[in-house]
């Protein structure tokens, strides 16, 4: 949907983007990730164009430019005014037309459920509901491309699975996103593409899936040390470890499960858990950023 090639962005000295290239498929959630000060936030800002690039290219992949929804981290409203008056006045920013403004608030409203909210003024407003208003502002005009600058910053746990939900709904929905967010658990569930930023560079991006699934691996765990079976199991495959009375498959190596408790039987060994793990999120980013 959209590319990016060799993106930079400086503010007076400081490089807070350096020479990123970037491709956002349609149909994905991107999560970026990163530090305090890695670069997310002017990237979302740069993609919106609300600041320029000092080089490098932002384009669309078909031609023309997708209407686009920006929600900010920090989220500031009139608070005297209700839920429902904020959106309509957001409509008519927007241009679209009195006839059509209730239908459009009423639905917008429904995507992040806030329906039963409409009338209240947002002063009394929780903090999860200013969040998923935030939400509801970026949808005005059906955007298919939005950008959520951490859309469950300061949630509680609860707060933070209301936006994962509706987040997930809005994939369904056929939305493009594209979120920066510091909570790992949050871009595990809800993402679809990952990318690490850090100082200003992408130090990795991949799909979900195959980045859970890169470092997968199988432990089978025994009731006594391995160490008198450490040869023999690693001249099955390289990718066998032993860990003390634990033998490691990873990759390949996870296809002779059964082979090596085979063997771990016959030598007399008893087999007290046997264990599949996915690499985990945070893993991943703490090699990333290191
Ligand atoms: P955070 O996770 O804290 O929101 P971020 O990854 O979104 O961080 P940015 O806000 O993009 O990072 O900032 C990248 C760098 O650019 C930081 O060092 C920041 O201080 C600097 N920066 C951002 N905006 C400006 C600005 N308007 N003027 C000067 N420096 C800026």
Redesign the pocket.
Known sequence: MIEINNLTKR??S?T?LNRVSLTIPQGEVLGLL??????????LKLIAGLIYQDDGRIHPTTGKWPLIGFKP?RLLFPNHLSVRQYLALIAGISDIGKAETERIVTDSLAQVGLLDAADKRISACSKGMRQRLGLAQVLIGNPPLLLLD?PSNGLDPEGQQEIHQVVKRLHAAGKTIVM?S?HLQEVTEVCTRIVV?NR?QIHYENSMTEALAVQANTRIRADRPLSAMQAQLQALHPEIEIDGSIVVLRNEAMRLRRQVMTMLLYANYDILEVRQARATLAEIYAEAVN
């Not at 990163?34 to 002017?42: D, E, I, V």
């Open positions: 503010y007076y400081l807070a990163g530090p305090n000060g890695a670069g997310k936030t002017t990237l981290e951490e920066s510091h930023l200003g």
